[in-house]
Every structure is written in C-alpha cells, then in structure tokens.
C-alpha cells in the first residue's frame, strides 16, 4: 500500500488476535460493538450531519456495528430506518442484542433487507450505511447481498461503509466480485 503507514493497517487475521485479546481480558464482544459504531456514528454525525439514513446491516460483527450506528442516529435525532440481510434469529448473540437495543431505544423496527424493499427508503435518505460484511468476508456477495449492495450502487445517496466496503477483501484491498461503492 503506497501511502500508508502499514504499522496502522490490520489484517484479518491480526483483528481476530486483538478481538479474542479483548475477549480472554475480560472486554466483552457488545463493548466492542457499542464503542465501533459509537465512535462511527459520531464521526458521521460531526462531518456528515445525516437528516435521514438508512443502516444496512448483515448478521456478524459488521452489522452490530451498524445496529449501533443506527441506535446513535436515533438518539441525536437522525430518522433512521435499520435493515437487516438475515432475520434477527440468524445474528450472531451479540448483533441480535444491538438489534434489540435499537429497538429499546424507541427507533422504529429492524426490517428485513431486501433490494427491492430499500428502494423507496433509499430515495429518501441523505445516508447510507454499508454494515453488511466486515474484515472477515472471504467470497464475493452473492444472492441478496448482491442485489442490495447493487441497489446501493445505484442510488446517488452518500454511502458509508463501517470498517471497509462490503465485498473488499481486507487483507488485499481487492474486491471480492461487487461491492457498495
């Protein structure tokens, strides 16, 4: 990487090391989550000033991140609108609590994601955020995934992206087929 300092640059592999460092020390994986997308979703507040966003999350870590992002929206009073690629049963024990957290906090309801689904919200939002699949993806978007990132693309909306791209192999900085741009 031409440019960056690669002491700052993690791979996967080192994110997983310093998550399970975080987890034997004590440092639960909704402390993570909570302090991610706290910090994501100040940082897009400060520089960003959403009025309406749409949070599109997917089952892992990335999308408790974006879970979390949604909640902050919410609370600094951003319309926000949280969708989910899987059901809520299907995340990981952790995105299901920041799901229910969103919900507790008074924001309307996760829905599930789907292209088609999002196209209305998508018109309306001034800011998306991609919280679909983080560090650990290792194949290209297939399926649904797919087609939202390709609706994404599609919109003319600012869009995010928690961590890296959906679809960016994080440890070449390649895409792994598509991805949100």
């Not at 008074?106 to 689904?117: D, I, K, L, T, W």
């Amino acid at each position: 990487m031409t440019g960056v300092d690669e002491r700052w640059v993690l791979r996967a592999e080192d994110q997983r090391t310093l998550d399970g460092r975080a987890a034997a020390s004590g440092i639960e994986q909704d402390a993570l989550m909570e302090s991610a997308g706290t910090n994501a979703a100040e940082w897009i507040l400060e520089r960003i000033r959403p009025h309406r966003a749409v949070v599109v999350a997917g089952p892992g870590g990335n999308g408790g991140d974006g879970l979390v992002v949604a909640r902050r929206f919410h609370e600094a009073g951003v319309e926000v609108s949280a969708y989910l690629l899987t059901p809520v049963a299907q995340c990981t024990p952790a995105s299901r609590r920041m799901a229910e957290r969103l919900e507790a906090a008074g924001a309307e309801p996760v829905r599930p994601a789907s292209s088609q689904g999002l196209a209305s919200a998508l018109g309306r939002a001034d800011c998306i955020i991609d919280g679909l699949f983080g560090s650990g993806l290792t194949r290209p978007l297939e399926g649904e995934a797919l087609r939202i990132a390709e609706r994404l693309n599609g919109s003319r909306t600012r869009t995010i992206s928690l961590d890296l791209p959906s679809g960016l192999a994080s440890d070449r900085g390649e895409l792994l087929g598509s991805g949100p741009r």
